[in-house]
């Protein structure tokens, strides 16, 4: 099955690309996708962590959506995917 990732500022310029295109087993997780990504970009994980960013939190930064639905990465184990889902990696807009 497809799966198509968008990634958000700083960590699609520390992978290289804004937007991939995973082929994964039928029955995948978030999880899966996710270690698909660490495979594919040595950077992914330390990118995720905040490299990149002026000052690297404490914490990882990036909020995870799945076609459109907030979803936390402590719960990427039990979240299972389809074809044609669309995950989304950013960092949250702050401002006030």
Do not use: W
């Not at 990634?7 to 029955?27: H, N």
């Not at 992914?44 to 459109?68: C, H, I, M, S, W």
Request: hydrophobic letters at 40%; proline letters at 6%; zero cysteines.
């Amino acid at each position: 099955m497809r799966i198509t990732v968008k990634l958000g500022a700083p960590l699609s310029k520390v992978v290289g690309e804004s937007k991939v295109t995973l082929s994964m087993s039928a029955g995948a997780t978030v999880a899966d996708v996710l270690d698909a990504l660490r495979a594919r970009y040595p950077d992914f994980q330390e990118g995720l962590k905040g490299k990149g960013l002026r000052r690297p939190p404490d914490r990882v930064p990036y909020t995870l959506f799945v076609n459109a639905r907030s979803v936390s990465l402590e719960r990427a184990e039990t979240i299972h995917l389809r074809d044609g889902d669309q995950m989304y990696l950013f960092l949250p807009a702050a401002g006030g």
